[in-house]
């Protein structure tokens, strides 16, 4: 058997992921099917894409309102400062560990390009501590940052690329 072309592989690749976006939790049996792979090949391209880091980690999307949670994002424009000392805090995670002190998980973590260079999503139990946890930035980062907005979150219509079976809850917000 002749072995695939590149753009092949980089094909079958998104199409696992696709299913994985879809259902984290599938079996390699299950996404194998969906993608018309045998078995061995799914769980072949899923232990290549875990190896290699393309796969991160598999997660759970859930309804924080009814965990009693709400959703921030802080958008954060970055003065002139240099940030290589910024960095080296960035790495070692002790934002997390200090956020986690205040009940926050941050979910996602992003260095911008636009109008503001670093977005932070997490979420709080209630905008009291999501605002001390922008007090923390500002401490922490505080050569670093020039402006912090903190945006609520209101309603997910989407979220990790699965529909919110609630959609039709959208209506009370508009």
């Given at each position: 058997?002749?072995?695939?072309?590149?753009?092949?592989?980089?094909?079958?690749?998104?199409?696992?992921?696709?299913?994985?976006?879809?259902?984290?939790?599938?079996?390699?049996?299950?996404?194998?099917?969906?993608?018309?792979?045998?078995r061995q090949k799914a769980w072949?391209?899923?232990?290549?894409?875990?190896?290699?880091?393309?796969?991160?980690?598999?997660?759970?999307?859930?309804?924080?309102?009814?965990?009693?949670?709400?959703?921030?994002?802080?958008?954060?424009?970055?003065?002139?400062?240099?940030?290589?000392?910024?960095?080296?805090?960035?790495?070692?995670?002790?934002?997390?560990?200090?956020?986690?002190t205040l009940g926050i998980n941050?979910?996602?973590?992003?260095?911008?390009?636009?109008?503001?260079?670093?977005?932070?999503?997490?979420t709080a139990e209630n905008i009291?501590?999501?605002?001390?946890?922008?007090?923390?930035?500002?401490?922490?980062?505080?050569?670093?940052?020039?402006?912090?907005?903190?945006?609520?979150?209101?309603?997910?219509?989407?979220?990790?690329?699965?529909?919110?079976?609630?959609?039709?809850?959208?209506?009370?917000?508009?």
């Amino acid at each position: 058997m002749a072995k695939s072309s590149k753009e092949q592989i980089l094909k079958d690749e998104k199409k696992i992921i696709a299913e994985l976006q879809k259902n984290s939790r599938a079996s390699a049996d299950k996404i194998a099917k969906k993608c018309g792979f045998s078995r061995q090949k799914a769980w072949r391209i899923l232990n290549s894409l875990e190896k290699d880091k393309v796969i991160w980690g598999y997660g759970t999307v859930t309804d924080n309102e009814k965990l009693g949670i709400s959703e921030y994002h802080i958008l954060i424009k970055k003065t002139t400062e240099p940030l290589a000392k910024t960095v080296d805090t960035i790495i070692s995670r002790q934002l997390d560990k200090d956020a986690e002190t205040l009940g926050i998980n941050i979910e996602c973590s992003h260095y911008l390009h636009g109008q503001y260079d670093w977005e932070i999503c997490f979420t709080a139990e209630n905008i009291k501590i999501a605002k001390k946890f922008c007090e923390l930035l500002n401490k922490l980062y505080y050569k670093s940052i020039s402006e912090l907005i903190l945006i609520e979150r209101m309603f997910s219509a989407k979220k990790c690329g699965i529909l919110n079976p609630n959609l039709e809850k959208l209506k009370e917000f508009i």
